[in-house]
């Protein structure tokens, strides 16, 4: 219809007639959330139940993180999602094998503490979610502009059209390019972790019940490498390192293991792969004027573990409670102080235990499993499968 009304203004002599459309299309929302998986979803899905206007802007065609994520997620955390995940629940995991150089340590729950999921399909159901609580999607939308301004937001996506906003909530990932444009302060790049996974179908039978985490700071230097089932006869392999350069190394070393191979046999089918980058630290601000990130986009991530999914998602349904109480009730924007609150001091304690781990050699690491077999600390590690709240600070 625009097309055709830009063409008759043109042929009729008005010039101005690009002008004229472009205020046509202006699209105009009380909030936008940019990047259509958990975190956004999570955030517009709180901002639709009070009855705020929003619309998600998702640069590619479908919602969603399209599998580029292990998504194993505790029990706990998940539930406190209130997300309905049962359809894109993949599998169950009670207990951890944990190897370092040189030793192999055994972690066992009597009840499931983690989930296995689908993540595309987790993410569809979380952003249907939002748009039956009144959110609206827009795919096909990418940013690639804004300007602020005392009374909004407006937002330029790659096709022309213009979305105005009381406020903007970047969602989009760890390469954010909201906060990119809008002048936020870099997370360093010290404090990524570049990952790779591969997801291997036809496998013979495999226990299903069990992660497996390598601990190698020599091939897998910041981060390390794990083997996620995917019920009996599919696996994702994968690793990660703040050492970018070494990763191609790290990943044929990987599949050299011997437990690797054992599990791969001959007759495995590699169906999927990718490489992402998971930050690490939180950003130093993440709210400029009336801008502001939610989840990888902000750091809001475990460094121990670099899940994601939990904080990111309790931190966005914060700051749409944040926005709602400024836009319903005139309270002050506080969502910096409001989400650093409840969170910050936990997610520091995992960074904190992520660098204390860098430090340390392979024999160090040996060492400290052997001591952890000697006093049965295994016990006390079966928390680890509650990985948003192995740290508790009250």
């Known amino acids: 219809f625009l097309s055709t009304l830009h063409y008759f203004l043109e042929v009729n002599g008005f010039k101005s007639a690009g002008y004229l459309i472009n205020l046509m299309a202006r699209l105009n929302y009380d909030v936008l959330v940019v990047g259509a998986s958990v975190s956004g979803a999570s955030c517009a899905k709180e901002l639709a139940k009070h009855g705020l206007s929003v619309a998600i802007l998702e640069e590619h065609a479908d919602a969603g993180k399209h599998h580029r ?12 999602l209130d997300v309905d995940y049962k359809d894109s629940l993949v599998n169950e995991v009670h207990g951890a094998l944990i190897h370092s150089k040189s030793i192999d340590f055994f972690v066992e729950a009597s009840e499931a503490k983690a989930v296995v999921l689908n993540r595309q399909l987790f993410d569809e159901q979380f952003v249907s979610e939002a748009i039956e609580e009144g959110a609206t999607l827009c795919t096909g939308s990418k940013v690639i502009a804004l300007k602020q301004e005392e009374s909004g937001v407006t937002a330029v996506t790659s096709k022309g059209k213009v979305f105005q906003a009381k406020y903007l909530v970047g969602a989009d990932g760890a390469g954010s390019t ?37 601990l190698d700071n020599a091939l897998f230097k910041g981060f390390f490498a794990w083997v996620v089932p995917c019920w009996c006869n ?16 790290g990943r044929k070393a990987l599949f050299e293991k011997p437990e690797i191979k054992k599990i791969l046999g001959a007759h495995a089918v590699k169906e999927r792969e990718f490489y992402a980058l998971i930050p690490l630290s939180i950003r130093k601000k993440t ?9 990888d986009a902000a750091g809001e991530t475990k460094a121990s573990t670099g899940g994601g999914i939990v904080f990111g998602a309790r931190c966005a349904r914060i700051a749409g409670q944040e926005i709602a109480k ?5 309270r002050e924007l506080n969502y910096e102080n409001a989400w650093r609150e409840k969170h910050e001091d936990v997610l520091k304690a995992h960074y904190l235990l992520r660098k204390l781990y860098d430090k340390l050699d392979n024999t160090v690491i040996d ?28």
Do not use: W
Not at 367 to 392: E, P, V
């Open 234 to 249: 599919k696996v994702r392999i994968g690793l990660g390192t703040n050492d970018f350069k070494s990763l191609e190394q």
């Open 287 to 295: 709210q400029l004027g009336r801008v502001l990130l939610v989840g």
């Open 178 to 214: 909201i906060a990119h444009i809008a002048g936020f302060p870099a997370i360093p790049q010290e404090d990524h972790a570049l990952c790779y996974e591969a997801e291997f179908g036809g496998l013979k039978e495999i226990d299903a019940g069990f992660v497996e985490v390598f």
């Open 367 to 394: 060492f400290l499993m052997l001591q952890a077999k000697a006093f049965k600390f295994n016990k006390f590690l079966k928390r680890f499968g509650d990985m948003d709240s192995i740290i508790s600070l009250g």
């Open 69 to 80: 994520c292990t998504a194993i997620v505790s029990k706990k955390g998940i539930d406190s």
């Open 326 to 330: 400024h836009l319903i009730d005139g």
